[in-house]
Structures are given as C-alpha cells and as structure tokens.
C-alpha cells in the first residue's frame, strides 16, 4: 500500500447549503467538476472543512456516493474518517462501503487528550482494520493534542498501509524532524496553505488546501513548480494570494473559503451551527483582497 502517490495539490472540499440548511448537492457537485476542470490532484471529501461534524450519517453517505461518482476514479479520493472512539471507528472501517475511496485521511483523537502512546495504539488499531491506505492527521489547534514526531516517525515504520500525514501543527521544527527521518515511500503533506511552498523546500510532497476550493488551477500550478524546485517561481506566483490566505482562518475556517466562494458566485454563504458566516468588516476585506489582486 506504501506506493500510492499524495503528490500535488489535494482539496479538502466545503459542503455548500442551501437557504434551507440542506446540503446543495448541485453546487457540491459543481465544485467537484470545477476541481476536476482545473487539475487537482486529488480530492478529501467529509475532512473538517466540510463541516463534517454537524452533517448526519445519510448526509455523509450522499455526500461520499455523489463524490465518487463524479471523480469515477478520474484521480484519487480521501474520506476523512475520524473520530475519538476508537472501537466504534474500527467498526466503521471494518463495514463501511469503500467503493471509489482510494483513502482515508483520520484526525488525531480529539478531546479526550490521549498521551502518545494513545495515540499510536488509536492509529495501530485503524491501520489492522483499515482496506485502504490510513494518512494521518495532525492538527493540536483543533485537537487539543499534538501527535510528535517521533509518534508519526514510529507509526509510519511499523505499518505498511499508513503510509502519509498530513500535518497542520505549524510546528516548522517538528514537521522537518517527519521529513527528515520519514521511510521510504512514506510522505508529509502540509496541512497549511501559507505554509506550503517553505515545507516542500524542506521535503513536503505537496498540500491539503483550503483555498484551493476558490483556486485549483492557480494553487495547482504553486505545487506544481515546487515539485519541480522552482520555488522563486511559486513564491511569485502566491503573493496576489497573501491577503486572502491571511484572511483565509481569521474567523475560523471553512467561514473564509466559504465567503470566498459566495462572492465568486459558486455557493450561497450558508454555515451550520455553532459556525457562522464572517463578519461584514471581514466580507469587505475579502472583497477587497479579490479586486485588488486577483
């Protein structure tokens, strides 16, 4: 399992809702062609950004089957399948339809704060009863637990089908540490949109984005040159892009990308509680950021 390729730029897709709080399966399913369009390299579906915890199972189960059909193996799709109970999560692994699911992209235990050898007994469980590939997640600002690297480097060694993570710590030091020790066959992916083309210097085979929603083909494009190492090039390339990856998280995420794609005309503006949409001063600087250099 060690052999499948996360390079490039993977998308971890928003749910848009309509007026009345249902999922848009029309705008969702227009997104995925606008990926599929514009060149990304593969697609997470029901990750954090798709406000996964406030959709319920039969949403999930729409959302995944609308998807795959869509992409139809056209390039690789990752499930976000997390959770904080192990047992129950085994037995979603163990049952669940994989159909057109090439992955699984698993969160850190949230909440509960296990230590780290939590934390590796969580990820060798998934890993016995998982039929795809496991990526895992590190993101300690959402999870209230950072998995170190020595945790990453050991589960990354002693099982074949986990075979990337995707780490969103910002801990530069901790992150190079992955790439500088990681097996063969084994890949970091930044979790980080700003921080993407400084962790491919340093080894990163490429992003999970956020703003790659709005911008495929131009992030597409970014990663793509710091595959090539034409980072000068890239650099270039994302600065139009610093106000609106600024602005991208500073009042939560998926409510920045979310604007974003309201105001290009691609989605309504529409968020499930506890999230809510960004305030009016922040839609005017996103407005602002879009006219002003994009």
């Known amino acids: 399992m060690k052999g499948m390729n996360l390079k490039g730029l993977g998308v971890a897709l928003i749910t848009p809702f309509q007026s009345n709080g249902k999922v848009d399966e ?9 990926q599929l369009q514009n060149g990304v390299d593969y697609l997470v ?3 954090t950004t798709a406000e996964t915890p406030t959709l319920s199972f039969d949403e999930q189960k729409k959302i995944l089957q ?3 059909d869509k992409v139809n193996h056209q390039i690789p799709v990752v499930w976000g399948l997390g959770g904080n109970n192990t047992a129950a999560l085994v037995q979603g692994l163990q049952t669940a339809d994989f159909s057109g699911i090439d992955a699984v992209l698993s969160v850190v235990p949230y909440y509960n704060k296990p230590s780290q050898e939590g934390i ?3 990820y060798k469980q998934l890993a016995e009863a998982s039929p795809v590939p496991i ?7 959402r999870t209230g637990v950072n998995m170190c690297a ?3 480097l050991r589960l990354a060694q002693d099982f074949n089908n986990i075979i990337a993570i995707k780490e969103a710590s910002g801990n530069r030091e901790q992150i190079k540490t992955i790439i500088n020790h990681q097996p063969a ?4 992916i930044s979790g980080d949109d700003g921080l993407t083309i400084e962790l491919m210097q340093a080894g990163a085979v490429g992003v999970i984005s956020v703003l790659g929603n709005a911008f495929p083909k131009e992030f597409g494009q970014i990663v793509h040159l710091c595959l090539k190492g034409d980072y000068q090039t890239a650099a270039a390339l994302e600065k139009p892009f610093a106000d609106l990856l600024r602005l991208l998280f500073v009042e939560g995420s998926p409510a920045g990308i979310k604007n974003i794609l309201h105001q290009m005309g691609r989605i309504e503006n529409r968020l499930r509680l506890p999230l809510t949409p960004v305030s009016p001063a922040t839609h ?7 006219r002003a250099n994009l």
Do not use: C, M, R, W
């Open 135 to 141: 990526v895992l997640y590190n993101v300690p600002g």
């Open 150 to 152: 020595e945790t990453s």
């Open 284 to 290: 005017d600087k996103i407005a602002e950021a879009l």
């Open 66 to 68: 609308l998807l795959t």
């Open 26 to 34: 029309n705008a969702l399913l227009q997104l995925a062609d606008y």
């Open 185 to 188: 066959n084994f890949q970091v």
């Open 120 to 122: 590796y007994q969580h």
């Open 45 to 47: 579906a029901l990750g």
